[in-house]
């Protein structure tokens, strides 16, 4: 994980720069809608169609319609497989609220005589975060609550520094989950999202992304450390905490 942590820091470093470039990162700048973002990887905000999916610590609300003594909440245990009453254990890991209330509604045709209507309804979004970096009134590590967009998660950390954010380069990185070594980096211009309404400058996000707001002057290298390295001491605290 820490070394994960070095190489998100060299990727931040590194696009922070004008001209880095570093082998196994897409940089793309100033998308336009369409295929573009998906030969980054990324899909414009209003594609959004994709359905949380639930990890350990979330909290979800199940409820039965017609059957109010079935109405539960429930916390998602470390094993991703928690107690649902009448049907004992269900794995829940892994799967989006939609396919776990279709999951219980088929054990629960068992216990009751018509086919139950279930709702599952998250109430809390502990398992996955975000980080978001850089020139914003609040950096550091928040909630991924399912569908949010870079635009949202800049606002979650108390919107970004106006004497300060270079909002026209704006940076998401993603790193990739099946090999660390790599990434996707895209620029996004948010300063003509919020003053010409272009929604093709905000993505949605996914668990992990960093989002990257930088400075509207860096004037050297160690300028650029010096911003980001509180923010990054921020990451190797809370990893510390999760892995000691």
Known sequence: MKKSL??????????ALAGCAMPGIKSVKNPKPGTIFREAGFEPAGDITEEYKLGPADVVEVRVWGYEDLKQVIAVPPNGVPTVYPIGKVKASDLTPTELQEKIAERLS??????????????????????????VNKPGLYQFKGRMTALEAIALAGNYD???????????????????????????????????????????????DIVFVPSSFVASVNKIISEIMPSIQTIFYVDRLVND
Not at 6 to 15: E, K, P, Y
Not at 112 to 133: D, H
């Open 162 to 208: 106006d004497s300060r954010a270079a909002l026209k380069r704006v940076q998401v990185v993603r790193v990739d989950k099946d090999d660390p070594t790599t990434a996707q980096v895209i620029t996004l211009d948010i300063k003509r999202l919020i003053h010409s309404g272009d929604v093709s400058q905000d993505i949605k996000l996914y668990p992990n």
């Open 110 to 135: 068992k216990f009751v005589k018509e086919i139950p209507s279930v709702t599952v309804t998250v109430l809390e979004y502990n398992y996955y975060r975000i980080y978001v970096l850089g020139a």
């Open 6 to 15: 070095v190489f998100i820091v060299f990727i931040i470093f590194c696009t």
